[in-house]
């Protein structure tokens, strides 16, 4: 069984400063700014605006106050963090860009699942829009995880190459 290093525990100090910038930004704008009361940050472009989210990303799923809903959404939330985890775990120290993309969703989850569980609602507050189109309000930890996903997406993605190119000496020599 793989064990934790110095090498993972610093992307572990990552998660860490994800999910301790996520929570210092919620708190920020929950002691603040009045939900629902948009806050120009940048003309045309860019408000914050207070917004508990009972739902998971963009709203779906919203438990609208439903116990039910709620507990659900949070046992969801714990089962895909284990399974990050476990990946993370896993994942080998050599893997450097797979372990940033884990340790961005470990830091992203906590945060919001830690939100779930004390409120029953994900503090978002950061409104991007164009003219009258907005982009659903989001958070830190949000945007954490997006940029984990598409980075372990681009990982994937390039993996092949970089065995191809490592498999085969001439075509690594002749594309770098």
């Known amino acids: 069984m793989p064990r934790l290093d110095s090498t993972k525990s610093s992307f572990l100090l990552l998660s860490l400063l994800v999910l ?4 210092w930004s919620k708190w920020l704008v929950e002691k603040n700014l009045p939900e ?3 806050k120009e940050i940048i003309p045309g472009l860019l408000n914050f ?3 508990s989210n009972t739902g998971v990303a963009f709203g779906l799923f919203a438990a609208n106050g439903s116990g039910t809903g709620t507990v659900l959404l949070t046992v969801l939330g714990l089962a895909a963090l284990t399974i990050v985890g476990v990946y993370f775990w896993r994942t080998p120290s ?3 860009v797979m372990l940033t993309s884990l ?7 906590v945060g919001n699942l830690m939100d779930r569980i ?3 609602a994900v503090t978002d507050f950061i409104d991007a829009y164009i003219g009258t189109y907005h982009w659903h309000t989001f958070n830190v930890a949000d945007s954490a995880i997006t940029v984990g996903i598409c980075l372990m997406a681009l990982d994937i993605l390039f993996a092949g190459r970089r065995k191809d190119d490592k498999a085969d000496p001439v075509t690594a020599v002749h594309s770098g």
Request: charged share 15%; no cysteine; hydrophobic share 40%.
């Open 20 to 23: 301790v910038g996520d929570q």
């Open 49 to 51: 605006t207070h917004v």
């Open 94 to 96: 050599e893997d450097r």
């Open 36 to 38: 629902h009361l948009p």
């Open 103 to 109: 340790s961005l969703i470990l830091g992203g989850a």
């Open 118 to 120: 004390a409120a029953g």
